[in-house]
Nanobody, 124 residues
Framework: QLQFVESGGGLVQPGGSLRLSCQVS??????????LGWFRRAAGKEYEGVSC????????NYADSVKGRFTISRDNAKNMVFLQMDNLKPEDTAKYFC???????????????WGRGTLVTVSS
């Protein structure tokens, strides 16, 4: 029903920036019905909800670990969601997954639809 193509990951030095993009294909519905988000998983750790944005783009939520550094946005006309990551730290190193769900409630705790992920490495 949903397909994701994530891009923008890579190697960056501490203090640097990256912008993740995710193209979402939807069949049988439209993307503006879905909450979108980003999760990450570092090696040896659990999945962590990073950020989510409601269907209209008017409400966002962030993990405490990224507040003030990351910004989520979406473009419903282009079926895309973005994660601007600034002042990156080594502890941000992880695989980042684009996600979607029909509900905004509890979006940092889990979402129903997942992409395959893009790797972000923060290292000098």
């Amino acid at each position: 029903q949903l397909q994701f193509v994530e891009s923008g990951g890579g190697l960056v030095q501490p203090g640097g920036s990256l912008r993740l993009s995710c193209q979402v294909s939807v069949s049988g519905s439209t993307l503006d019905h879905y909450t979108l988000g980003w999760f990450r998983r570092a090696a040896g750790k659990e999945y962590e909800g990073v950020s989510c944005i409601d269907s209209s783009g008017g409400t966002t939520n962030y993990a405490d670990s990224v507040k003030g550094r990351f910004t989520i946005s979406r473009d419903n006309a282009k079926n895309m969601v973005f994660l601007q990551m600034d002042n990156l730290k080594p502890e941000d190193t992880a695989k980042y997954f684009c996600t979607a769900d029909l509900s905004y409630t509890g979006c940092l705790s889990g979402m129903d639809y997942w992409g395959r992920g893009t790797l972000v490495t923060v290292s000098s």
